[in-house]
């Protein structure tokens, strides 16, 4: 049974924590913050699910305030665990690897850290085998993380030589007041990191793409415009997607009018947040311009990056060598794919 901390009880470390709970060959050690935020007095309200942890001796004292019990610091607890999902804001990792590495405890950080903090750049579908035994992984973001599930899903079909995208991105995340864009689009320098960063992750596939930061909160959408090495129908991609357990194809016609009829469903499922790990790609968006191929894709921005970085667990940790059986561990305690 592999230990693992989460540092970090935000956006994204709290979905980790319920994550890894539900993980049947996991123990979740407890978390770790450094102020009662909202979500960490959320932790004191729902009856401390989990042990919290101070991030520093300082700490202690304000969170114990808040009226939360604390069960030790980050420091304290170090030596009994075997890995740390470090989901504190950027450049805090940073610091704390260096506590890592004193304990001799594997990480695993999120995107919003410099890509030189971690051995390997990871993602659970394209390059699980690079993490295996590695001492310190990092997570792509959380738009490169779907897009390169559904680029990976048909590369290792049929071959993907280039792709295009444009990112529709989401200001902010619900909640977030400091954010002040209304009514307005900002476009960014091209080419986007996503792009940048898929092809550190494959690259054989040549991506380049746009950004434009829209007043939404709940999800991004990126438009790829994929050239595969052989032509592909629409029948047989949207059949390559639809095999993928992390991957669902929707409709409109079945009420999925955009990223608000997704967040709706997901309260509907009964879904804690709103949120689910898969990302929906609309069967109404794909269209062919020789070989090349178009469609659309939903990225929930706070909950898509949970299960690879479970997978990073696996990995790193050496749980499991075989890509595809460790994916489906993780996908299995997360009820994927529920759909089918």
């Not at 579908?125 to 992984?137: H, S, T, V």
């Not at 590369?155 to 990112?167: M, Y």
Request: aromatic residues 6%.
């Amino acid at each position: 049974m592999v230990k693992v901390l989460v540092a970090g009880y935000g956006v994204i470390g709290q979905r980790l924590a319920d994550g890894v709970a539900l993980q049947g060959d996991m123990e979740l050690v407890g978390v770790v913050d450094a102020a009662p935020t909202l979500s960490v007095l959320s932790l004191r309200d729902k009856g401390m699910p989990y042990k919290l942890y101070a991030a520093f001796d300082s700490a202690k004292a304000d969170l114990e305030a808040a009226g939360l019990k604390i069960s030790g610091t980050l420091e304290e607890i170090l030596p009994e665990v075997d890995i740390v999902l470090d989901a504190t804001s950027p450049g805090v990792g940073a610091k704390n690897k260096e506590l890592y590495a004193k304990h001799g405890k594997k990480a695993v950080f999120q995107g919003g850290e410099k890509d030189e903090i971690a051995d390997v750049f990871f993602h659970g579908y394209a390059n699980y085998e690079k993490g295996i035994n590695q001492d310190f992984l990092k997570l792509t973001s959380c738009n490169t993380t779907g897009l390169i599930r559904a680029i990976d899903c048909l590369d290792r079909g049929v071959g993907i030589e280039r792709i295009a995208i444009t990112i529709i991105r989401r200001v902010a995340d619900p909640g977030d007041y400091h954010r002040g864009l209304v009514n307005a689009l900002q476009v960014d320098k091209a080419p986007n990191h996503q792009a940048v960063d898929l092809m550190k992750i494959m690259p054989h596939v040549d991506a380049t793409g746009l950004l434009i930061h829209a007043p939404i909160t709940h999800g991004h959408f990126i438009s790829v415009l994929a050239t595969p090495k052989e032509d592909l129908s629409i029948d047989e991609a949207q059949s390559l997607l639809a095999a993928h357990d992390r991957i669902r194809l929707v409709s409109i016609d079945q009420g999925f009018l955009g990223n608000a009829s997704i967040f709706r469903y997901a309260r509907d499922l009964g879904r804690p947040r709103g949120d689910i790990y898969e990302i929906p790609i609309w069967t109404d968006t794909f269209v062919k311009s020789g070989r090349d191929l178009m469609f659309g894709i939903h990225i929930p921005q706070e909950s898509v990056t949970i299960p690879e970085t479970i997978d990073a667990i696996r990995a790193a940790t050496g749980m499991e060598t075989d890509r595809l059986t460790a994916v489906g561990q993780t996908n299995q305690y997360l009820g994927l794919p529920y759909w089918k």
